[in-house]
């Protein structure tokens, strides 16, 4: 729980480097171009402190999987591990908890944490802010993004403000501490997923055997409750203008990666540049949240529409209220991604629809081998992988096979590309590798 007056810290005497400024002044756009540029490890783990204290754990993320060494904080450096559970940010508290500085913890303050979280997530988060402030004034909520794919609730009483993460956070904790929680805990505490990251429409029957395929063959099948990659990534294109990817999923991969696309003047306009004032290159994005006018950064954005990385763009476009969204930056808008979402989801549909079925009999054997590999990874996981390594070899030798048959029949990368649902140059590649079998 903390006071918001001072979530952004204060800042030192002097010059910072443009990273740490970045992330004193929550600029979240901002810290991923310039973590994407040349950048210094030192630097990186001073702006994961001024994070940390600022209880931006969204950007503490961010800092950790670009080589923040949390190690070089001391601890007067960052908050406790209580004021973290206080708080109720999962992302918060993992940071925390990271590897480098786990060590710092006994074994008992860690259940006085899983015990704390778990009394607050059973209070609920409105419940023990009013126990604590003591007031029942009225409760200002919103949705905030708590790391790259989770939302949290984050509540405000007069300066005081929390967030509703403490089912994740004691699942987090009973986990370090070597308690298994049931399918059911995991669900029933599990942070809400960011309807604007939600890359992959849940089955409509997840019982029955095409909705267990579908979550298959999208990387779900084998992890209740882990999804698949999505978020943002990154890629460069041939004239080296970075690209950047909002939804992803397992069973399509970089080929249709989906984002959302800006349209100015009826057009896609060129990347945002970042004038940072030093350092040989200037940090760019083409992200649709950077382009809200702002410090003279680029276009403002007149329309939202879906793209994906294949080159389909959707039809609909989604104008931008700029009265309601006045000056605010666009991350920070709360805009309405959803129409965009469910376009590219519709354009997944197709894609799939278009791709070869898999006959009934192996839909059900690919289903029944998953499962059992499951079990077997979690009752003798050595048997599991050389399980894997076995089904590894036997699938590279029949996907030769089955390449170098449409090789042989002249069947044209082109409808390869369409059958397997990815690129004209990879399914190019698998005809091509065929002709070493």
Not at 18 to 35: E, H
Not at 275 to 292: K, L, N, Q, R
Not at 327 to 337: C, F, G, Q, S, T
Not at 351 to 368: F, G, M, S, T
Request: aromatic share 4%; glycine share 10%.
């Amino acid at each position: 729980m903390r006071d918001v007056r001072d979530a952004s810290g204060r800042a030192d005497d002097g010059a910072e480097p443009p990273l740490v400024a970045a992330v004193r002044a929550g600029d979240v756009l901002l810290v991923k171009c310039l973590l994407e540029a040349d950048r210094n490890d030192d630097e990186v783990s001073r702006a994961f402190g001024v994070a940390v204290r600022a209880f931006r754990g969204d950007i503490t993320e961010l800092l950790l999987m670009r080589g923040a060494d949390a190690g070089q904080r001391a601890p007067h450096e960052l908050p406790s591990l209580r004021e973290a559970v206080d708080f109720g940010s999962p992302a918060l508290v993992e940071a925390l908890l990271d590897r480098s500085i786990r060590d710092r913890y006994p074994v008992s303050e860690l259940r006085e944490m899983r015990d704390l979280a778990r009394s607050q997530c059973e209070a609920g988060a409105e419940a023990e802010l009013r126990r604590r402030t003591g007031s029942q004034a009225e409760t200002v909520r919103t949705r905030v993004q708590d790391d790259t794919y989770h939302t949290a609730g984050e509540l405000t009483l007069g300066t005081t403000t929390v967030r509703d993460g403490h089912g994740a956070i004691l699942t987090d904790l009973k986990e370090l501490l070597g308690i298994r929680a049931t399918f059911e805990e995991l669900t029933a505490r599990a942070p809400a997923r960011d309807p604007d990251h939600a890359a992959r429409p849940e089955a409509s029957g997840r019982r029955h055997r095409a909705g267990q395929l579908c979550a298959l063959l999208d990387g779900r099948g084998c992890r209740p409750g882990v999804g698949a990659g999505q978020g943002v990534r990154r890629e460069r294109s041939e004239g080296g203008t970075p690209v950047e990817w909002d939804w992803w999923t397992a069973e399509f991969g970089d080929a249709h990666a989906g984002a959302v696309g800006v349209l100015v003047d009826g057009g896609e306009p060129g990347p945002v540049y970042f004038d940072v004032g030093s350092g040989p290159t200037m940090p760019s994005t083409t992200h649709w949240s950077a382009y809200d006018g702002r410090h003279h950064r680029g276009p403002r954005a007149e329309a939202l529409r879906a793209v994906c990385a294949c080159g389909w763009r959707g039809a609909a476009e989604y104008l931008l209220d700029w009265s309601a969204i006045g000056d605010r930056p666009l991350y920070e808008a709360d805009v309405d991604l959803t129409g965009p979402l469910a376009d590219w989801n519709a354009h997944l549909s197709l894609v799939r629809d278009r791709a070869a079925p898999l006959p009934e009999p192996l839909a059900a054997l690919l289903v029944a081998v998953a499962e059992q590999l499951a079990a077997t990874a979690a009752d003798a996981p050595m048997a599991a992988l050389r399980a894997v390594g076995v089904l590894e070899r036997i699938a590279a030798g029949v996907g030769r096979e089955a390449a170098g048959a449409l090789r042989d029949d002249g069947v044209s990368a082109e409808a390869v590309a369409t059958g397997l649902g990815t690129t004209r140059s990879k399914a190019l590649v698998l005809l091509l590798t065929a002709q070493d079998r």
